[in-house]
């Protein structure tokens, strides 16, 4: 007896597999992809999710993390997930909607203006049922979302109302429902990745972009755009996708603990961003040369609610509940 079971925990070291209770148990490195860098909430908190998939895994499970878009853009990262060669990736809602126009809910302008809100709704119900769509749509399973921050506005040269961003190139991260919000605007939207704004502003491609207080820190982009307006016209949503293919390889329990895992430093993200979102603006308060215009109200940007709602609303059924549940808040 004791020499079977030595031979067969021998046989499982080679195979790549770990004796866990007496039966065989696969170990595994799964590599995830982000657009993020390094010093990115998101990428510290794949970085602790490593360690909480080792401890509680017994050290079967591990990551191999590939920040910065190392792997390739958003959508080269969904396609890699679709067929497996990427296990996993923290990716945005706003690339999932080339794919899941549902999605495109989440992105409504002035859906909620403070992040306690956008927090609540990507906890919410509503949200939950979306991720129901993307096995079909995508070949990914979907197990949490977590966030940035909330939206604003930064300009390389001062705006007094959203009539001054007729014909601005401002950067926007590739998605439909963002690209419609600016071109409402009578503004040119220009898609590009994450990684690839701080070089187009350098070398003034684009006139602006909208983006979270972490990114602008991160990437100091006030030193080519620094006219920041607190618009807070929009919330920004992740989910922490896992490959539909890789998925059907795990057992019922190693599902349930990646995704256990996973909603935790999901969890910890919305919370972190929410705990730390006054804190940012502080710092960027101190920032060389930036010229910070704080409360920007939604009129700054007219009808632009009613005009895009009604574009979207008949795309997709979630942006009635949604705008109901906010409502609701
Ligand atoms: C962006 O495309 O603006 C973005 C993507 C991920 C995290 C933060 C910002």
Request: include cysteine; glycine fraction near 6%.
């Amino acid at each position: 007896m004791f020499w079977r079971s030595t031979l067969v925990a021998a046989a499982a070291v080679v195979l790549g597999f770990g004796l866990k209770d007496g039966v065989l148990a696969q170990s595994r490195e799964f590599k995830i992809g982000l657009i993020t860098p390094p010093a990115h909430v998101w990428n510290q908190e794949v970085a602790a999710l490593n360690e909480t998939l080792k401890e509680r895994s017994g050290g079967r499970f591990s990551l191999a993390i590939f920040p910065s878009g190392q792997l390739g853009n958003e959508s080269v990262m969904l396609q890699q997930l679709q067929t497996g060669a990427l296990d996993m990736a923290w990716l945005t809602t706003a690339e999932l909607t080339f794919r899941v126009p549902e999605m495109a809910a989440l992105h409504a302008p002035f859906l909620v203006t403070n992040i306690e809100d956008a927090a609540r709704v990507f906890r919410s119900d509503v949200a939950r049922e979306m991720l129901s769509v993307l096995p079909q749509a995508t070949g990914t399973v979907g197990l949490c979302y977590a966030m940035i921050g909330m939206r604003q506005m930064l300009t390389r040269r001062p705006i007094s109302s959203a009539a001054d961003l007729a014909g601005l190139r401002i950067r926007i991260t590739p998605a439909p429902p963002i690209s419609r919000f600016f071109e409402m605007l009578g503004a040119a939207p220009a898609p590009m990745p994450l990684p690839a704004i701080y070089d187009a502003l350098a070398n003034g491609q684009i006139d602006g972009l909208d983006m979270d207080y972490e990114s602008i820190i991160n990437f100091r982009f006030y030193e080519h755009a620094p006219y920041l307006y607190e618009t807070n016209h929009q919330i920004f949503g992740m989910v922490a996708l896992v490959s539909a293919r890789v998925w059907a390889t795990l057992s019922e329990e190693d599902r349930a603990l990646i995704a256990d895992a996973m909603q935790l430093h999901c969890d910890r993200t919305i919370d972190r961003f929410v705990a730390e979102e006054d804190a940012k603006l502080a710092r960027l308060r101190e920032a060389p040369g930036i010229q910070i215009i704080e409360d920007v109200s939604p009129e700054f940007f007219g009808d632009i609610v009613a005009r895009w709602d009604a574009e979207w609303g008949p795309r997709t059924p979630y942006l009635a509940r949604l705008r109901d549940l906010a409502a609701s808040f």
